[in-house]
Every structure is written in C-alpha cells, then in structure tokens.
C-alpha cells in the first residue's frame, strides 16, 4: 500500500517546512537577524517567550512556504523546483538561526512544555542542514532536484514515433495484474533505470546532512533520526530489533507459503531466486512491499466469497462512465476521451467520500470544504507531478486557527490498494485536524509512527462485514475458508510489509554512519532485502545501479522506520478501540465502525500531538506504555495454523547471500 511507501510528502511529517530566511552574516553572528521575531534578544526574558516568539512566527510564515513544496510536487518543472529549493533554504537557515538562539536558555528555569518545544525544535527536521549557508543552499537544490527526479521519471523503449514511455503507474499495473513472467521482469527493472542518475546527488546529499547532524550533536543523519522516541537512540534500534523479533515467525510462514505458490505458478525455476529467495519483479509490487496484487495466485479459496474489490471499484468507475456517455451519446473522440477522466474522477471522489465516511461514523468531523477543491485526486495529463500518496497540513490551522486547509495527494485509481491507502492518507488529515489547537511545534504525532498508524487502524476496521455494508464483496457465509480469505487479504498488505519496513532504514542508518560506502550502496542494499524479505533479484544488480532511489522515500528523504513502528501499533490501537467499542469474540471480527466511543477516545489521542511523551500518550488509550506485537499475533492466530499446515513437507526458510 502506498501508506508504507509514504505517506507524507518531503514538506510534511517530518518538519522539512519552510519558513523565513535570515541574512548570512546576522545568521553566522547571532543565529538571527536583529528584527527577527525568533532572536533571542532582550525581550525573550524566558525561554518560554523564545519559545512563544517561535510558534509564533512559524504559523504565520508556514502557509506560504508549505504553497511551494505543494507547487513543486503537483506542477514538476524547473520554476517550481526552484521556488521549492529556496524555500527549504531559507526555512534550514532559520532552523539554525534558531536553535544557536535557543543555547541561549540551557540550564535556564523553563516550563517543561518550553523544554519539549525546544528538543522538539532541534528535531525539526530529517535533514539537517550544515551552518555554512552556501552548503545550505547546495543542500535544497540537490534535495528538491532528487524529488523532482524521481517524480518525472520514466522507462521509454524504443525510438521516434515507435518511442513509448510509461511512469510509475503504469509499470506498477504491469506487476499488479500481469502474469507474464518477461514483461513483469522489464517493467521491474525498467522503473529501477530511473534512480540511476540520482545517485551521484544522494552521494553529496548524506555528506551535506551528515556535516549538518555532527553540528547539532549528533554523531550522524541517522542517530539524529532515532533521537526523535523519547528514548535514547540506541534503544530505539534495540526496541525494532525486539518487535521484529516477536512478528517475523508469522512473516516467516506467509513468506514460505508464497514461494510455494510462485514456483506452481512459474515453475521451480523461476519462482525463486537460489538460496529459497522470492523473486523481486513476481511480487506484484515494485519494492515487495505489499503482496496484495497477488491474490490471484495466493487466495487460499477463490471460490470461497468474493473479496475482489478490485473488480467491484472497476464496475463502479465503467458504471460512472457509462452515465456520463449516456448524457452525450454523440460525443467526439476528445469529447470521450473528457469523459473518461471525468468517469475517474468522479469515481476517485467516491472512493474518498467512502473513506471520509468511517471517520464520519466515528463522530470525527467531515473534511473542510476546501479540501474537495483543492486535493490532487487523479494524475494530470498536461504535466509532470509526484504521484506518491501524501498527506498535507497547508496552514496548521490558519493564522486565525480557524482556517483549515487540509488536502491529499494521489494519483487515484480503482483499486483496493489505492482504496485502502485513502482510509490511510485521511488518518494523517484527520490528525492534523485533531491537533491543530496544539502550539506549532506540538503540531505532529506523539512519534513518527504514531503518525503513520492512525489511518491504518481504520483500515483493520474494514472488515469483510464491513466491505459488505458498502457494496464493494460478498461476504457470505462466514466460515473457517471465508475466514482464512479475509485473514490473507490482510496478511499480504500488513505482515508482507513488516521486515521491508525495517530494512529501508537499516540501510540509511548506515550509509550515514559509513558502515556502507557509496561504492557499496546497491549491493548493501540487497544484502539487507535478503536478510529481512527473503528477496532478491532475478539477475545481478551491480554498482551501475542505485535501487535504492526507486524508492520514493530515498529521494525524498522521508524516514521510514515509523512506518515498521506503525505496523505494531496499529493493531495496539485497533485492540484498545475495539475494547472501546464494547466488541467480545475474537479480535479479527471486530469493526467499530459507527461506535461514537471508540471514535471518542481516539479523537482524544490525536489531540495531543506531540505535546507529551508518546509513553504518556500510548498509555492513555491503551493502559501500557510499551510498543508491542502480540495484538499482531492475536489477530492473524487462524492464519498462522492454517500456514502451518499448508507448508508442512515444505523447506521453508531462506539463505542470504554470503557477505563479500
């Protein structure tokens, strides 16, 4: 689902906005200009004023730098790249600015909301920017340029008039519905060519961050990153390593039932990779991440109820286009073509009214107006955008904190991995309306993965009962075949994900710290898919390559750890709601859609922001204070037996390749 491959968007999540700029020499002296709001100067007698000062001038300015990011993400072209790349700089200037004005009150007797401010404060961003302001200004341009790159990127084939190109999407479609062992390989490898120029700007990219992390503190990028829990970093490593560790039997199960399947599909000698790894291009997915395309080869009972939501959001878009052509029957070929898109759009409305519908039920309020006028719903035709599903806050608020302008970004089409990652992307929006009271700097979830969690926690609520209810299965009869069919629909998006969710990171984490040379990258890479996926290419991936940058969070330098974290905790959170919700028998058959107290009390968390410990935050929804995996384990415990069984006689498990 593209909620793990992202979700928000450069300027969003993980405070890369961009806000005012300050000249270099008053930056360099001071850390601000004399005029500046946020200086701290004889009028900040507090910290807590300094921190006021800020809040302050960071929601004023916030509208206008977030215009930009959004500019350069829906119009991609080299004025909007520019304005973006000057924003961000001038924002990363007034970071620094800022945190040299907040030495000033260490030590110093301060509120502990001012103390969380200014920590949070020096978090604000995932990439850090060097004091030098030329190197700054470096920074933003290859950061704006690498998401730009990736946005615009296309696999083309052939020359002149025989020339085709196809963009994400349509290569994605060839890996979701294709079965074409050949063409699902070219459509693989050719959206991977993409990355190939971006690596040389990444290179100079983690110097740049890594020079920037090392002035703030940090030993590098990527214990800055795993500062950001509450906990000190290194126990945050320890803490992933301990969930993975309580949910990878279950991934170790679904992964061995998968390569069964694959090899009666394809053949033994094409269904895996040597060594019992799952080919990459087979997965239905450009990074295996979400193994839910594959339902045609994976569904345990085809016959056994009909949860082809695919085909029923299909019906609904042909059924909106034949309305409309019944309104002009003598239309031209350009008229027709409107049509079409006008069928997609209204049906990329539908799908997101559907989801706006459950939080709706929840008592949760309906979305501003303005986000129906504003939000990307389907890809443009006339121009280059990044169609990566994201999430966007454009004015925290408004300056009056009446003013809201909440808005998503996708490139919407009929399907259940597009319809779930709706649910999702309005989990962020219906965040950020919920904690827009909060001080600025309090304006973000308790931890990132809090953050990512919220949407998905609704998704585990569209049961099959659910998805009945609103016309898109047939449920039936449930019975123990029905039941193992709903239980793997989930499976394939939420445990496929899990160790992907890991590894991206891991990767990161030691590029910055040099573990991982940049003559290393792709080959780390891979070693780390094998490791934690069990996947690997059907042929070499050499040095030439860098894969990792087809990976939008890459580019986009989006953290990706929250989204691990998210897969815990949203099966924490679905557990505390449905207990909420007053729900008895087992945790799978739970939906607390329409339950106004279970819609209460999660209201209640995500207005708190990130005001307080997560810790605190956890607690008060669910009564523990510790990330934990077993609701994950309650929940798929059908599924788990019914693997067993299914891969008994087979050689499960996979061996990485040696190390060299």
Known sequence: MIHRN???????????????????????????????????????????????????????????????????????????QLLAAKANEMYL??????????????????????ARAILLLKLATAMPPPSDPKKVAELTKIATKMEGDYGAGKYCTGEGPAKVCRDIG?????????????????????????????????????????????????????????????????ALAAETDRLWGQVKPLYDDLHCYARTRLKAKYGADKGEVAGGLLPAHLMG?????????????????????????????????????????????????????????????????????????????????????????????????????????????????????????????????????????????????????????????????????????IGDTIVLGMTPKYLESIGLAKAGEQNQETLINAQMRMALAKISFMPFGLMIDRWRWGVFDGSIKPEQYNKAWWDLKAKYQGVAPASPRGEEFFDPGAKYHVPGNTPYTRYFLSHILQFQFYKSLCDAAGHTGPLYECSFYGNQEAGKRYWAMLGKGASQPWQKTMKELTGGEKMDGTAVLEYFAPLRTWLKQQNEGQSCGWQAPAKG
């Open 6 to 80: 992202t979700l928000l968007a450069l300027a969003i999540g993980t405070g890369l906005l961009t806000l005012a700029a300050c000249s270099r020499d008053a930056a360099e002296s001071t850390g601000s200009t004399p005029d500046s709001p946020a200086a701290a100067t004889a009028t900040d007698a507090s910290a807590d004023a300094f921190v006021k000062r800020v809040n302050d001038e960071y929601k004023a300015i916030y509208p206008e730098q977030t215009a930009a990011q959004w500019l350069s993400s829906t119009y991609i072209n080299d004025d909007s």
């Open 285 to 453: 997915n450009l990074w295996q991440q979400d193994w839910g395309n594959l339902w045609d080869v994976l569904a345990p009972y085809p016959k056994a109820g009909s949860l082809d939501i695919n085909g029923a959001l299909m019906a609904q878009q042909a059924k909106n286009l034949a309305e409309l052509r019944a309104k002009k029957p003598n239309a031209s070929a350009a008229e027709a073509i409107e049509l079409e898109r006008e069928a997609s759009l209204l049906t990329a409305k539908q799908m997101t009214q559907r989801a706006e519908d459950f939080y709706v039920s929840l008592g949760m309020p309906k979305l501003p107006e303005s986000y129906w006028k504003k939000t990307q719903f389907i890809q443009p035709r006339d121009r280059d955008v990044v169609c990566h599903a994201s999430a966007w806050d454009m004015t925290m608020g408004g300056p009056d904190g009446k003013t809201q302008d909440v808005r998503t970004k996708m490139c919407i089409k009929p399907n259940e991995e597009e319809f779930t990652t709706i649910y999702h992307e309005l989990g962020h929006v219906y965040y950020y309306l919920a904690y827009n009271h909060q001080p600025p700097l309090f304006q973000n979830g308790a931890h990132d993965g809090f953050h990512e969690a």
């Open 170 to 234: 349509q290569l994605s479609e060839v890996l979701a519905s294709s079965r074409d062992y050949d063409a699902q390989l070219d459509a693989w490898q050719g959206w991977h060519t993409i990355s190939q120029p971006i690596r040389k700007d990444y290179v100079r990219f983690v110097e740049l961050v890594n020079e920037g992390a090392r002035e703030m503190g940090f030993a590098d990028a990527g214990e800055m990153w795993r500062s950001g829990y509450d906990m000190a970093p290194a």
């Open 93 to 114: 200037t007034r970071l620094n600015g800022w945190i040299k004005a907040a030495k000033a009150y260490e030590g110093k007797p301060m509120s502990p909301d001012s």
